[in-house]
């Protein structure tokens, strides 16, 4: 491995570094302000190390193996957004798992992307579109019914920022993916979980159909911890997703249907004005999965 050391980057969002893991020859842990971002192995793209990511692919997978399935035009392109870039890492995975698909990839920080892509960089093959800009900003300006799935992945400070908490980005979320098209966001909180709540009862105005994906002793309230969400208008095959995760080294648990919905309960939706971002995590509520 060339780059066999750490590489760092002051950028206007924090300090970056990427380091190469000694386990696996062309790997690297990608962090901002030392807290634990992605992880990429350029040798192994389908290769998700961190917990949360998993449950992503694992999500991706299931949505990927229901377009296949009918209901699209023949020759139709699946078109993936990537909210939040980081290392790159489910970008790479769809490349893999998904040949052929075009992603859109929307991350803030210009100087990290510069990083990860001068020494982690993309096949060559993939039709993956770097944007340098602002999520919420990003999205408004995309068309309508564009995606087939939307990764909301943002994370500043460990904390989702307020744009991306109200019901307002949920409508444009919901407008700019098609009508069978699959919103998936990670988030996360701890008991009493009202921000995940609130989140649920803003995506419910938009999506009919709602799982949340999570380890047990989170959705128990013993802990902190990501929770993966899927939204959409049609049903996703929440079978399929349950027997993915529960296969993991980490085993999760899928909720949906009246178990969701008692969990939602009297949740309040949340507006821009009022919007919020994530709470603040618990010192070593994260590190690698």
Same mark, same amino acid.
């Given at each position: 491995?060339?780059? =066999? ?14 380091? $190469? @893991?000694? /386990?696996?020859?062309? !790997? ?14 350029? /040798? /192994? ?27 699209? /035009? ?15 890492? *489910? ?6 798992? #998904? ?9 803030? @920080?210009?100087? *990290? ?6 020494? &982690?960089?993309? $096949?060559? @093959? ?10 919420? =900003?990003?999205?408004?300006? &995309? $068309? ?19 744009? *991306?908490?109200? %019901? ?23 008991? $009493? ?7 649920? !009862?803003?995506?419910?105005? %938009? ?5 949340? %994906? &999570? ?6 309230? #013993? ?18 997703? +349950?027997?993915?995760? +529960? ?11 009246? =178990? ?12 821009? &004005? ?5 709470? %603040? ?9």
């Amino acid at each position: 491995m060339d780059d =066999a050391l750490p590489v760092l980057r002051v950028t206007e969002y924090g300090t970056v570094k990427l380091m $190469p @893991d000694v /386990d696996r020859e062309r !790997a690297w842990l990608l962090t901002v302000d030392g807290a634990p971002q992605s992880y990429v192995d350029l /040798d /192994d793209p389908a290769h998700l190390e961190f917990e949360y990511t998993r449950r992503l692919g694992h999500a991706l997978d299931v949505i990927g193996a229901g377009a296949s399935g009918g209901g699209r /035009d023949v020759g139709h392109v699946w078109h993936v957004v990537h909210l939040g870039g980081g290392g790159l890492t *489910l970008p790479r995975y769809v490349a893999v798992t #998904r040949p052929g698909a075009r992603q859109s990839v929307v991350e803030a @920080d210009g100087g *990290l992307l510069d990083l990860v892509t001068e020494h &982690a960089p993309l $096949p060559p @093959d993939a039709d993956i579109a770097l944007y340098a800009a602002d999520a919420r =900003a990003w999205l408004e300006a &995309a $068309p309508d019914a564009s995606a087939d799935v939307v990764v909301g992945d943002v994370f500043g400070g460990s904390r989702v920022p307020a744009p *991306l908490t109200s %019901v307002e980005y949920a409508r444009t979320v919901g407008r700019v993916l098609r009508e069978d098209g699959v919103y998936l966001a990670n988030l996360a909180d701890g008991a $009493p979980f009202t921000f995940l709540r609130s989140q649920l !009862a803003n995506l419910a105005t %938009v999506f009919g159909e709602l799982a949340v %994906v &999570a380890e047990p002793g989170v959705l128990r309230g #013993r802990r902190f911890g990501n929770a993966v969400v899927v939204a959409s208008r049609q049903p996703v095959d929440v079978a399929a997703l +349950a027997r993915r995760t +529960a296969a993991d080294p980490f085993p999760a648990r899928v909720e949906h249907g009246a =178990a969701l919905r008692d969990f939602i309960g009297g949740a309040r939706v949340v507006g821009d &004005a009022e919007a919020v971002p994530s709470p %603040v995590p618990p010192e070593g509520a994260f590190g690698i999965g």
